[in-house]
């Protein structure tokens, strides 16, 4: 949610970072509440209401997020649907509901209303939920907001990392931003469909609920993301590139396509994988490095240097369409 | 929610209203579930989980609903969340939370920006609640998406009513229509203010448990909502078209945009007062009729003659822009 206050990638200059910290330090202001039924609100994943009710909402605009010769309209709504479920995840709750809303043209049919509703049933069934309702209305241009319903009577946080603490992810950053780039540049890719069929890592955030210290999904980027968890937990963190898990044939790909590998992998977004940290040894997770006091991110590259990097990320935000740009 | 599934305002014809019933019948069956976590799913204003938990979800795109030349965005998105408010009072539910999804385009600017999240405050203030989170996005035209939360443990639904109940409107259903029309020829009138501030009838809902048999909004229009809450209850009304409320000057104003006056006060919605049949006598609401076996809405005119009328409304989607055509 809010700590995404980016208008999607705009965000690969410090100013635009300074800009998003202004932003959210602007909106914490005007939506400060003493609530009591206000668990967690603005600044993390989700928010949490007092009995453990998780929401979250999350919105793919046409042009901004995708492009429909991406692919079929049903996996392009379910693919919205699992970014919103992802939040879930990362707070370690358990989906119950979504609510779609939806803005379409006026040119859309019915069958293409009806694939769009399909792909955010299948990703509502996939993990337990129901699609409880929603809206329709007609625009200029087709966006899916979706609103995810879920509990938690221990949910996840960004702000618990310690020092020491390992950091942790639960699938590759990269190889959805790849195929992302392979499906801007009209490049046949098996990366494409690392992109195209996300998976919301609900098991995983509910395996992590009491182990974890601190967790996000990566949805803008690891060093954004990472950036986000460090920031809110007060410490930095450092990791080592060689050891951020990526599919086979990525370096390779990244070349095919132009691009530096390591700056995919560190920038790109949409993964929906889970970053923690955690004190504990896990065997199921990769670990990629260390939660340390100086704050910041630090990048260890394979000839053992220490790099400070800010959290660049990609935009397909600043020329008004999906266009990526190196970090 | 969804029984508005219609494009917004894509219902002057009697086959566009078909096309919204089959579209309704295409979305229960691929949102069908048997979860017993849902207590009320699609076809009433808002969603009901087991708990009692009450959740809808709205949107206003400028140029479909709103045009930013009608006031200023604080009020606009006060506005906006007063019409997701409006289906949790439609529930009789108590608000908790809102979450606010933005698309805007990147010419917006930060105090402008905080102009809308400052109105979406306003609007969960007025009724006790907390915007907890939400989300911001780049796109190509302003649109304002509000999912609301609330809890009722005897919510309000569209199916009770019964043959000799009384119809009942919580305010006039027909002013804030007025004033988009006022607005929309850029004449300056007292009925503007009706239509952008309007109120969403939270404390009428919570003293309607327990009385209303059926509840709904007056979102899409008189007639149409009439006959949503009709079709649900598998009963007709007959209402009086004297007996409706409207401010005063309502036929004078009417008339000088040119407008037959019980056109708009059938036809126009975003009143967002309620609609309610209750067998008891009550005083605070108008009475503007009585439930009845025979299927459909009858309006009653000033010289005694009864007229079946289909449920018209306001299109403010055909021509692409916010043109208002009679009903």
Redesign the interface.
């Given at each position: 949610?809010?700590l995404?206050?980016?208008?999607?990638g705009?965000l690969c200059s410090a100013e635009a970072v300074a800009?998003e910290d202004?932003?959210i330090a602007?909106?914490t202001e005007?939506?400060r509440?003493d609530?009591a039924?206000?668990r967690v609100?603005?600044g993390d994943d989700?928010?949490v209401?007092a009995d453990g009710?998780v929401?979250?909402?999350?919105?793919?605009?046409e042009?901004?997020?995708f492009r429909r010769d991406f692919g079929p309209l049903e996996v392009l709504a379910r693919r919205a649907a699992v970014g919103a479920l992802s939040d879930l995840a990362a707070m370690g709750a358990c989906p119950?509901?979504l609510?779609?809303?939806l803005?379409?043209p006026?040119t859309l049919s019915?069958s293409e209303?009806?694939a769009l509703?399909?792909g955010?049933?299948a990703a509502?069934t996939e993990v337990g939920?129901?699609?409880?309702?929603?809206?329709?209305?007609?625009?200029?241009?087709l966006?899916l907001?979706t609103?995810v319903?879920g509990r938690s009577t221990r949910p996840l946080r960004r702000c618990g990392a310690k020092v020491g603490d390992a950091v942790y992810l639960s699938g590759p950053p990269g190889d959805a931003g790849l195929g992302l780039l392979a499906l801007l540049a009209g490049r046949s890719s098996a990366f494409a469909d690392r992109w195209l069929w996300p998976r919301a890592h609900i098991e995983e955030g509910l395996s992590l609920r009491g182990v974890a210290s601190a967790c996000v999904d990566v949805s803008d980027g690891l060093l954004r993301d990472l950036h986000h968890l460090c920031a809110a937990s007060g410490v930095g963190a450092e990791i080592e590139l060689a050891a951020i898990p990526r599919g086979g044939g990525f370096e390779a790909e990244a070349r095919a396509l132009a691009q530096d590998p390591d700056e995919v992998l560190l920038g790109s977004g949409e993964a929906y994988v889970l970053l923690f940290t955690a004190p504990a040894s896990l065997t199921w997770a990769t670990r990629i490095g260390t939660v340390v006091s100086e704050p910041g991110v630090f990048v260890r590259d394979r000839s053992g240097r220490r790099i400070a990097r800010s959290p660049r990320g990609f935009d397909h935000?600043a020329s008004?369409e999906l266009t990526p740009v190196r970090g």
């Open positions: 949610m809010w995404d206050l980016d208008l999607e705009e800009t202004a932003r602007a909106l005007v939506f509440t609530s039924d206000v609100g603005i989700a928010a209401l009710l929401l979250s909402v999350d919105v793919c605009v042009g901004t997020h119950r509901a609510l779609s809303s803005v379409v006026g019915d209303l009806l509703h399909r955010l049933a509502a939920a129901a699609v409880v309702g929603g809206n329709l209305a007609a625009g200029g241009e966006s907001t609103t319903v935000f008004g």
